[in-house]
């Protein structure tokens, strides 16, 4: 039995949960988010929480039962709290400023890239820091490893976008003989 399938997912104030056969409904403060359901699994609320239970024993059965409840944790979480992720641009002449539903990123090529960032995601940009905020988990993540594709942190001087934790191993250029 999946450990973190049978752990059941608290439903707080505030949240309305709506199941139909194929798909959950997420709404809460934050937002609505839906998502559908795989084929091997079946949802069910009892007592404020979410019990996610599985058809048959498996394997992609057991492995759709982990995935979905913790898919429906992060929904519930999502609509009540939110969730963030932080960039930190490094080296001189490298900026981001906000334009209207644009991140303009000046990262040391000869042209800006605009990027339009998704529907549900909120950016702010600080200094050289920029935080993206969702309630979609997936889509923050995704939209942060695009913002961070651009111009990846290189090694030797250590120039790029990388995330606020992220640590990179500085290497040693070229020596003179």
Known sequence: MSRIGKIPVPIPKGVELKISATSVDVKGPNGNLSRT?????????????????????????RAMHGLTRALLNNMVIGV?????????????????????????????????????????????V?????????????????TAAEIRSFRKP????????????EYVRSKVGKKNA
């Open 37 to 61: 359901l795989p084929p091997h699994v079946s949802i069910k609320e009892e007592n404020g929480e979410i019990i996610v239970a599985r058809e048959d024993d498996h394997r992609v059965s």
């Open 154 to 165: 290189e090694p030797y001087k250590g120039k790029g976008v990388r995330y606020v934790d």
């Open 80 to 124: 009540t709290d939110g969730f963030k992720k932080e960039l930190r641009i490094q080296g001189v002449g490298y900026r981001a400023v906000l334009e209207g539903k644009k991140l303009k990123l000046e990262l040391g090529f000869s042209h800006p890239i605009y990027y339009e960032f998704p529907q549900g995601i909120d950016i702010k």
């Open 126 to 142: 600080e200094k050289d820091i920029v935080s993206i905020h969702g309630a979609d988990k997936e889509k923050v993540g995704q």
